[in-house]
Every structure is written in structure tokens, then in C-alpha cells.
């Protein structure tokens, strides 16, 4: 089986990536969402660290729920596989993609109410499991496309564009993910442009459960006085950990960095992760002190973002299970297929 995407033909001065592929081979359809919806923003640094990174296109798999978000792979990566499933049951399409070809990228991509909604239980087993993904939730607080119904991440006290106050309390993805055992947890905003552009670069060569929670605001339904997912609010109230740096193991790492200032995070490629500390105290590899911070943060008003947690040699799903190198997709049917001799012994066992 030959893998090999061509280029496509674009205009020669068009800049290439190290595989000769342009920007233009990252694309998707036109977008269908309102004008100035953060899942755009996420949309397009989706496709610059994809063009970046010289991801093979067909070597990547996006699968999705329902929602606005979960419509967005439509507009990246037209030429990668694609499933966009029934809603907040991404996880287990996903798993399951996983489980029968190891060798392709995943990309889940979801919303607030997709995976805290009606998802939960299914985003809790995956990020326990340790399914190697990209999980990205894109986070407005409310049901953009059955029109800003409040989600479980609203928070409480936040009002909807009606003035109608919400009285439950929020569930926090990046809090909840790192006690189901995510191995890579991070917060963003869409309107955060260069820290996301780093971070999914980052996430992309992690090898394991990859969980960003990406606030980006519902333009027409959660972009008012009162709402915390707003750009106004985000603007006032984000606390960024540190600045990320983000060097492919193609490139040769060669820029000094101090480490009283800096974290360095050798990714399992062989790329660096570099985070410029604002804060001095934070370290991203000790995961007690990111859920003490976190609650900090919560108790503080403050929507922490940056890179919460990195554990580069957490157990993943596919290799506890012990499942064969080769995926078990591009196995011939002589090795997945059991004889008839088999079947018939299992068929005696059961007499
Ligand atoms: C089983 C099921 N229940 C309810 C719906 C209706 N529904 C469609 S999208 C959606 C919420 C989407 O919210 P979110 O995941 O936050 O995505 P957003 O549109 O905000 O990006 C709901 C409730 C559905 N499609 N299927
Ligand atoms: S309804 Fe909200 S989430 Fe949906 S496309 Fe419009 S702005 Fe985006
Ligand atoms: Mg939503």
C-alpha cells in the first residue's frame, strides 16, 4: 500500500513546505460558520502547524461529533480521512479508528457540548485509556448550533444573550482531564493566535491522550456583557503560564536556551518544546501542582492557558495492548482471518 498524497498543482511561487506540499494542500471546504466565530481561528492554526509540521495529509484522520465545532474538519485538511459521527460520541469512533491502523494522526475535534454535554461519559473513558489523539475541544459555553443553550462549561453566575443567569456550576476540561490521566493538557484561545499555533505543533508530536481546551467565543449566541467566553472577557481575564516555543525535530535545534528561564520538554520525535516561564514557579511536569494551580486559577477569576501538563512516558493505549507493529488494517486476511480449523475448535470449546 503506497501512501503518498501528490501535491497538488498551485501557483509555483507558492512557499513549500520540506515535502513540497503548499499551505493551499491544508485546506478544507469554504467555511459555513458565522463571521468572527473562534472555531475559524482554530480552523486556521490547524492548517499553518499542519503545513508546518509537513504532515503527510492522508496520513491524518479527523473525527468529530455535532455542533459547529465538530463541523469545522470540513474546512481543514481536505485531503485527510474524515468522520463526523453522532453527537458526544466522537471518543469511541475514534478509539476504534485507532485500534485498526496505529500509523495515522488523530484529530478529534468537538465542543463544549459534545464532550462535557452529552459526551462525558465517553470523553472520560477515552482520556483514561490513554488513546493516542489530539482531543480538541473547541469551548464556547454554549450549544452554538441549537442556538446558546448553556453547555456544561458555562460558568456559574455567567448570563445568556436572554439575561437568564446560569446556576450550575461549570465543569473545567483541562481540570478534569488531567485526573482521568490525559498525558498532554493545555488551554488556549482562539483569539491567541501564536500561543495555539505553538501548542498544536506541540500536541501533534506528542505520542499519547492530548486534551486542549480552546475557548473561542460563539459570536452570536455568547459574545455579550455577562458572558465569560467572550473575547472581552478573555481579554481581561487571560493568564498565560509562560510563551511556547515549538522546534520540529527536522529543524536543527540549535537556539541556546537558559534553564532558569526557560523548560525545556524533549517530545518523543526528538522536537522541543520550549516554554519562557512568566511564571517562575510553574513546572508543566508535575501534575499535582497543575491541579492545585488550576483551582487556584478558578478560585481567582482567571482562565489559565499555556501548557498545564506534559508527561513524555505515560503508558498509550495501543501499546498496553500489545498490538501488533503493523496496523491491522493493512494486514493481509491470511493473518487477521482464523482458519476454519479454528473456528471449529473454538465452536467444540463451547459444546
Ligand atoms: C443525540 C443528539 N442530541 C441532541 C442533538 C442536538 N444538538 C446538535 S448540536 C448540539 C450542541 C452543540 O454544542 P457544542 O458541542 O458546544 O458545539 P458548538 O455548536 O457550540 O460548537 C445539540 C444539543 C443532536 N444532534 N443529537
Ligand atoms: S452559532 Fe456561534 S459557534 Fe456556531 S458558527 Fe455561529 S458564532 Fe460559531
Ligand atoms: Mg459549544
Known sequence: MTYLTKPKFHHPGLPKNTLGYTHRDYEGAVSTLCAGCGHDSITASIIQACFELAIEPHKVAKISGIGCSSKTPDYFLGNSHGFNSVHGRMPSVLTGANLANRDLIYLGVSGDGDSASIGLGQFAHAMRRGVNMVYIVENN??????????????????????????????????????????????????????????????????????????ISPCVTFNDHEGSTKSYKFMKDHEEPLHDINFVPAFQ????????????????????????????????????????????????????????????TTAPNFIDMLDMTDEPLATLPESVTRPSRQVLEECMEELR
Not at 508535575?286 to 498545564?308: C, F, H, P, W, Y
Open 252 to 311: 536543527e535545534i540549535d537556539v541556546d536556551y537558559d534553564p532558569g528561564s526557560t523548560v525545556n520538554v524533549t517530545m518523543h520525535d526528538g522536537s522541543a518544546l520550549r516554554l519562557r516561564k512568566i511564571e517562575e514557579d510553574y513546572d508543566p511536569t508535575n501534575k499535582i501542582g497543575a491541579i492545585k494551580r488550576i483551582m487556584e486559577s478558578q478560585e481567582a477569576d482567571e482562565v489559565l492557558t499555556g501548557v498545564l501538563y506534559v508527561n
Open 141 to 214: 459555553g454554549v450549544y452554538g448550533l441549537t442556538k446558546g443553550q448553556f453547555s456544561a462549561t458555562a460558568d456559574r453566575g455567567s448570563k445568556s444573550k436572554r439575561g437568564v443567569t446560569n446556576t450550575d456550576s461549570a465543569i473545567d476540561m483541562v481540570g478534569i482531564a488531567l485526573q482521568l490521566g490525559a498525558s498532554f493538557v493545555a488551554r488556549s484561545f482562539s483569539g491567541d493566535k501564536k500561543q495555539l499555533h505553538s501548542m498544536l505543533k506541540a500536541a501533534i508530536a506528542h505520542k499519547g491522550t492530548v486534551m486542549l481546551d480552546v
